[in-house]
Nanobody
C-alpha cells in the first residue's frame, strides 16, 4: 500500500503560477505511476495529468495542455505539477493519485490504488 502526501496550492491571481508536490511513501512506492485530478465546487472530479512508471510518459487533459507540466523525481518518489498561466476556471481541490505499474496513457479515476487528501488551488480574476 502506498500513501500520498500533497503540498503546495494556495491563492494566486490569473496568469500566475503554482507548483504542487505529491510524495509517495510505502514499500513499493517506486513502482507506481502517479497523477492529478481536480474537483471544482458542484462539479465531478476530473483528470488533469499523469506520468508513468518506470518511464516518464506524461498525459494531460486538453484544458491544461501547454500550461501545466508534470514531472517526477524517482529518487524522492515525488511528483510535481507545475501550473502556469492559471485561469479562474482552474480553481479546484487538486488530488494526487497513484496506480500500481501504470506506464502511461489512460489514467482512469475509478482505477486508482491510492489518493491524497487534496490541496486547494484558488485563482482570482
Amino acid at each position: 500500500q502506498v500513501q500520498l502526501a500533497e503540498s503546495g496550492g494556495g491563492l494566486v491571481q490569473a496568469g500566475g503560477s503554482l507548483r504542487l508536490s505529491c510524495a509517495a511513501s510505502g514499500r513499493t512506492a517506486s513502482t507506481y505511476g502517479m497523477g492529478w485530478f481536480r474537483q471544482a465546487p458542484g462539479k465531478e472530479r476530473e483528470f488533469v495529468a499523469s506520468i508513468g512508471w518506470p518511464g516518464a510518459t506524461s498525459n494531460y487533459a486538453d484544458s491544461v495542455k501547454g500550461r501545466f507540466n508534470i514531472t517526477k523525481d524517482n529518487a524522492k518518489n515525488t511528483v510535481y505539477l507545475q501550473m502556469d498561466s492559471l485561469k479562474p476556471e482552474d480553481t479546484a481541490v487538486y488530488y494526487c493519485a497513484a496506480k500500481a505499474h501504470y506506464s502511461g496513457g489512460y489514467f482512469p479515476i475509478g482505477g486508482m490504488d491510492a489518493w491524497g487528501k487534496g490541496t486547494q488551488v484558488a485563482v482570482s480574476s
